[in-house]
């Protein structure tokens, strides 16, 4: 189950509630869900019941407590426990089963994992811009807008102009010949809007102190574990993994949707680089501390598939950030 199924069971929560006559109010478009926060549990969490309380005319922990019984109700496979916590936040914690799903979510939809439609129906139009570290934001936010079905074009007849800090202008006029497409994008984008923009050639080193080469790096060792698992006879397969040195990197991979969504609405690039930093660092640590291919004399195993399948589904997610930064996602490093 990823956040976006989790978030239409929890809509079907309330759709039943309201139509049964059990929680008055209007039924939301969406639900937000994501990780719990101070003093939350589980793997996932919303504060849903906080919104419809007033319309209900109920407290956020009556809403949450009736959503408790209407969500376990919708979806006992993929749902062990819903807990109600703090002021009338609702944790969930997720079937084993359901981590499995996830991994094929991912393999299934390819780079395109995390696309949605919560904005479905929005048009949006930025205004063109001519400053190098403006025009690369834009494109980029027009881009992340599509993926949630945004009709988003730059145009003169714009309705939103960006507000980015600018390259200073002796920086500014050599950048991508100096240090290359992918690099400078990475520096223009990484750091948030108003931040200042990265231009020197630590950009370049190949080194894990830069995250753009651990970050391209990572990818390339997912591809080629699924190379040589392949050559092995090893197929990549997406039954579930119980190691809990696995958790980290599945939770990272489940995060990616909501990741696309926030940088969308709120016009945010750096959200997604620094995304598939945290992605590429669980995974470095799962390959090393779960070995995805047998060593020595060891045989091929049903634990083997499920860590390649894992490894494929990390190297996709950090393929189709990188896409969408306009970042080249080699399979050699």
Known sequence: MTPADLSRTV???????????????????????????????????????????????????DVAEILRAEILRCSPDLVTHVEVTGPGFLNFTLAPGSRSALVRAVLDA?????????????????????????AVHTETVVRLLRTQGADARTGEDATERLSVRPVPAALAG??????????????????????????????????????????????????ALVRNGAALGIPASGSHTDEPAARPLLDS????????????????????????????????????????????????????????????AAGTVLAGGLALLGIDAPAHL
Do not use: M
């Open 253 to 312: 991979i489940g995060d990616h949707p909501g990741v696309l969504a926030a940088a969308a609405r709120h016009r945010a690039p750096d959200r997604v680089a620094r995304h598939l930093e945290r992605t590429a660092e669980a995974f470095l640590h799962f390959q090393e501390t779960c070995r995805p291919l047998p060593v020595g004399d060891e045989k091929p195993s049903a634990a083997h598939r499920s860590r390649l399948a894992l490894a494929e």
């Open 110 to 134: 390819g780079i395109r994992y995390g696309y949605g439609d919560a904005l479905a129906g929005t048009a949006v139009v930025l205004a063109p811009a001519g400053e190098i570290r403006a």
């Open 174 to 223: 050599d950048l991508f010949a100096r240090l290359g497409p992918d690099a400078a994008r990475w520096g223009l984008l990484r750091p948030a809007a108003q931040d200042r923009a990265a231009t020197g050639d630590s950009l370049l080193v190949q080194h894990e102190s830069n995250p753009l080469f651990t970050v391209r790096y990572a990818h390339a060792r997912t591809r």
């Open 11 to 61: 809509l079907c929560a309330v759709r039943r509630a309201v139509g049964e006559g059990v929680l008055a109010g209007p039924v939301p478009d969406s639900v937000q869900v994501g990780r719990p926060g101070p003093g939350g549990s589980g793997d996932y969490a919303t504060s849903v019941a906080l919104r419809l309380a007033g319309p209900a005319r109920r407290s956020p922990r």
